[in-house]
């Protein structure tokens, strides 16, 4: 569905400037974003993809990933197609290259890029118009506990995304971003009243593979990042990706490991992921084991104390474990998670551990309490 969007202002020589997202794109009447989704029209900027929804599915919070909120629970995840990067890499390109075409009859069609299409089989993305309501219905249907917007870059699908959160909060379910970082501080401010978590990827730590790889900026990214855990009122989780050749320099990795340590406070989860290649991405082999053990180091080094790797079957560093004592608080195997410990507490030596779930109230991670949500009436 077609509709006006949020957060946009007049600009220069008769365009307006799109605020959603880091892009900031500048769009002439008749003109679309980045992003392909938002378009100029007469002067208003109008998403093409309100309640586009490409995909659903109900998955165990651990894949996103999440392990220090709600650890063990189910998510009802939800994305639409397109997004304001367009990174070489992407394991979900025949979501996020899809571009919305024109209003064909009140129903959106999504097309792939021919290099995409040739590997997923299909150029065109089947999708199917969800109002709020009904999201919110089928995530408590299938007996989620949340809901997540991920797959496809959840930021410019912006109006949607808070609509249902909203929603979704008043029938008490958490929700979460599965995100690139690309928030502004006004869609930031417009969706932190309803947003209870965010997992950013970042992506590398050079401005040039951003430029690169990603067509965006590495800066905006970690100033989302530092204004969340500034904030104190969106659990925040970290993702690293490291990509053979690409972002796996051992300088590198050492100044995430310490901006992540300094600016974003030793207690927040850092993941490092394992890439595998995937269709015509520029690397055709996985992560050696010996670049994720290198950041693993360098992240204890720098004195994070909460690191896991990921994509790794039976790697072990993905269970929880006290800082302190190192006893084991949550294990986790595939995504098979048991929580071994109540409260929000070692039971061993005691330590405080940063964990957003039903038996440890908020200001355990470091969040500010919340007030609950109401919908405005009308
Ligand atoms: S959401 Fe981002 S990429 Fe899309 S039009 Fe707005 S600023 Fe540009």
Redesign the pocket.
Known sequence: MIRE?V??EPWEMGRT?????????K?APGH???????ENRGGK?Y?LIYNTVASTAVDPIEKKPFYHFYPGTDIFSMSSV???YRCAHCHNAFLSFARPQADTGGHLEARVPERVAREEGANRVPTREIVPEEAVALAMQRSAAGMAWTYNEP??W?EYAHDCALLAKRQGLYTAFVTNG?F?EE?QAYMTPVLDAANVDVKAFTDTFYRRICGGRLEPVLRTCERIRREGKIHLEVTYLIIPAQNDDPRELRDFCHWAASSLGPETPVHFSRFYPYGWTPVDYPTPLAALDRAYREARRAGLHYIYVGNVRGDGRESTHCPDCRTLLIQRSGYRTRRLFRGNRCPSCGRRIPLVDYDSPRETGGLAPREPVKLAAG
């Not at 400037?17 to 794109?25: D, G, S, T």
């Not at 679309?32 to 938002?38: A, D, F, L, P």
């Open positions: 969007g957060l946009y400037r799109c605020n959603v997202c880091a892009q900031y794109c769009i679309m974003g980045v992003c392909r989704t938002r900027i998403t397109s997004c304001s930021t410019i912006l690309t502004t869609s």
